[in-house]
Nanobody
C-alpha cells in the first residue's frame, strides 16, 4: 500500500558526488526509523545511514564524512547525499522505512526497489 521509490542513481566519476531521493507514496504519521542501505557483492544489505523522527542521524564509521541522510516531511521524501565517491561505492542503494503509520494503518517495514549507482575512474 505504501510505496517507496528511489531515484537519482546513475554514473558518476570517482571523487564526485551524487544525491539519491526516496519518495514515499503516502503521508506518514509516525515512524521508528528511516534508513538507506546498499547491496553487497553477496547480495546482503548493509546500512549506509539512519535517521530518527527527532532528526538524529547515524552512520557507519566507514561512511562518516562522505554521506548525509536527510528527510523532508513536506515532500514525503528522504535523501542520501554522497561525496568523494569511490568505485567500491558502485552498488544498488535502497531506502527503508520501519515501524510506521499511514492512512492504511500500521506497517512493520517497507523497502524501495533500489537505484543503481556506478562510480568510474
Amino acid at each position: 500500500q505504501v510505496q517507496l521509490v528511489e531515484s537519482g542513481g546513475g554514473l558518476v566519476q570517482a571523487g564526485g558526488s551524487l544525491k539519491l531521493s526516496c519518495t514515499i507514496s503516502e503521508r506518514i504519521f509516525s515512524f521508528n526509523r528511516m534508513a538507506w542501505y546498499r547491496q553487497t557483492p553477496d547480495e546482503e544489505r548493509e546500512l549506509v545511514a539512519d535517521i530518527t523522527p527527532a532528526g538524529t542521524t547515524s552512520y557507519p564509521d566507514s561512511m562518516k564524512g562522505r554521506v548525509t541522510i536527510s528527510r523532508d516531511g513536506e515532500k514525503n521524501a528522504m535523501y542520501l547525499a554522497m561525496n568523494n565517491l569511490k568505485p567500491e561505492d558502485s552498488r544498488v542503494y535502497f531506502c527503508y522505512l520501519e515501524g510506521f503509520r499511514s492512512r492504511y494503518g500500521y506497517t512493520t517495514s517497507a523497502w524501495g526497489e533500489g537505484t543503481q549507482v556506478t562510480v568510474s575512474t
